[in-house]
């Protein structure tokens, strides 16, 4: 049962009333709810301890306060204030926006490349304004991550750093790193956590990477090798300590081979080249945050968008159709690929398919080669394949230029190479079926528009 209900009022220490307007979500030790300063338009985050036996909220805002008080960290939720309630502690805190969970459901499951690439280096800039102040946080994941402001997109919000109950100083007084303990236990999230973590080995700054290196890597693919969940349509195993083992398992073979990663066993080059860092730090030492945003700059940014097309692919388009009228004003062939050369293509298979029509030659019109067949002897296997080279050599070059135009769009990599490998597979049979799909498959992105981009992106 709820500690708190909509309208209820609670007092801060400092006499303070706030209205409680809606509940934002609930952990294992506390309660989140959403609450107005009255006769204002502040609102706030009230996290509530839900037992009295409990200091998990209390010490998590004495952590909150000593990095407020440092004045370093930019990308942490602020603390507003904090009071009792019911005999339970409470904290007020900065009202953001939704957690990086949320957007990652909300792009249903995965977010594009230049989306991930821009998310990677704002939660990096939180999690290393986090190790600057000698605390590490031990539970980084997408839920920890709330964008701000509150209604930005999630590749142009700052995301700021919450839930600090597992947060701990890695240095002493003198600033000296800690020794590792020997005595440690399991801390974080079983998806997210480090192979060190499953260990049952102490934590250091290298961990809190490794969680941010998951979390992108979900972000990017949709998933992760060792996820077992309702969610991914598995069943979850009924043992913890067996489930720990083989997700620990399914980590140190994508510590061997990042790649594996990846659905497809394509990781981008930039999450790789991060994997292999953090695979080369010991327990103390301190890792190259400026390395590893050289490594995400790797990744793209967003392309240019015309009439919801992507842009290079739309001003090819373009520039194929403007080639296809100035040939129909000289009274020349349209070029390959245009709107008017698919549309006399379409007529040629028609006309092919007819009751009684010959099979044509590649490159000539109907008339041609009614004339030809009436006047000349028929030619030779060896001759059509000489007729044939410059309609496949078309081919081949439509079908080059949409998988360049493309190539950039790592979105749409998966599609253009199932092009390809139809290219490969009919050019020498059909050039024109190759064309056709081709400029179908341009159809089909324009008239998809973002949706393709944000769920095609892989098989």
């Not at 999630?154 to 000296?176: P, V």
């Not at 790797?298 to 692919?313: C, E, N, S």
């Not at 388009?317 to 293509?345: F, M």
Request: with cysteine; aromatic share 6%; charged share 25%.
């Amino acid at each position: 049962m709820p500690l708190l209900h909509l309208n209820d009022t609670v007092r801060d220490d400092s006499n303070r009333s706030y209205k409680v307007t809606r509940r934002l979500g609930e952990g294992q030790f506390a309660e989140v709810w959403e609450v107005r300063l009255p006769g204002t338009d502040l609102h706030y985050a009230l996290k509530l301890e839900k037992r009295k036996d409990r200091n998990t909220v209390r010490a998590e805002y004495k952590v909150m306060k000593k990095i407020a008080q440092s004045g370093g960290c930019s990308q942490v939720v602020a603390v507003e204030g904090s009071g009792m309630h019911q005999e339970r502690f409470f904290m007020l805190l900065q009202l953001a926006g939704e957690t990086l969970y949320d957007a990652r459901k909300a792009g249903h499951g995965r977010l594009d490349l230049p989306t991930v690439k821009a998310v990677g280096l704002s939660t990096l800039s939180a999690i290393q304004q986090l190790h600057e102040q000698h605390i590490i946080h031990r539970d980084i994941k997408p839920a920890n991550f709330v964008i701000d402001p509150p209604n930005a997109a999630a590749g142009k919000g700052s995301w700021l750093l919450i839930d600090f109950g597992l947060a701990r100083r890695y240095t002493d007084e003198a600033g000296s790193h800690l020794p590792q303990r020997s005595d440690a236990s399991f801390r974080g999230s079983t998806t997210y956590a480090s192979v060190h973590a499953h260990k049952d080995e102490d934590l250091s700054r290298r961990d809190d990477l490794w969680s941010w290196l998951y979390m992108l890597a979900e972000l990017l693919e949709g998933w992760l090798p060792w996820r077992l969940d309702k969610e991914g349509g598995e069943q979850q195993p009924q043992d913890r300590d067996k489930d720990k083992h083989w997700v620990q398992q399914q980590k140190e073979l994508c510590i061997q081979d990042p790649h594996r990663l990846s659905r497809s066993g394509q990781l981008p080059e930039a999450l790789t080249a991060i994997s292999k860092h953090l695979a080369g730090l010991s327990f103390a030492a301190a890792p190259d945050y400026d390395h590893l945003r050289q490594c995400l700059q790797l990744l793209p940014d967003p392309q240019p968008q015309l009439l919801g097309l992507p842009g290079q692919l739309q001003q090819q388009q373009q520039q194929l159709d403007e080639q296809a009228a100035a040939a129909a004003t000289a009274g020349k062939r349209p070029a390959p690929g245009s709107a008017a050369d698919s549309q006399q293509a379409a007529k040629r298979r028609r006309a092919d398919a007819a009751p009684g029509s010959q099979p044509r030659k590649p490159g000539m019109s109907g008339q041609q080669q009614q004339q030809q067949h009436s006047s000349t002897p028929q030619q030779s296997p060896a001759d059509d394949a000489g007729q044939a080279a410059p309609d496949r050599q078309h081919a081949v070059q439509q079908v080059d230029q949409l998988l360049t135009a493309m190539a950039p769009l790592d979105c749409l990599v998966a599609m253009a190479k199932a092009v390809r490998r139809l290219k490969q597979q009919t050019l020498c049979t059909e050039p024109g079926l190759v064309e056709e799909v081709c400029r179908n498959f341009a159809a089909f992105v324009r008239d998809s528009g973002d949706g393709v981009r944000s769920s095609a992106g892989r098989p």
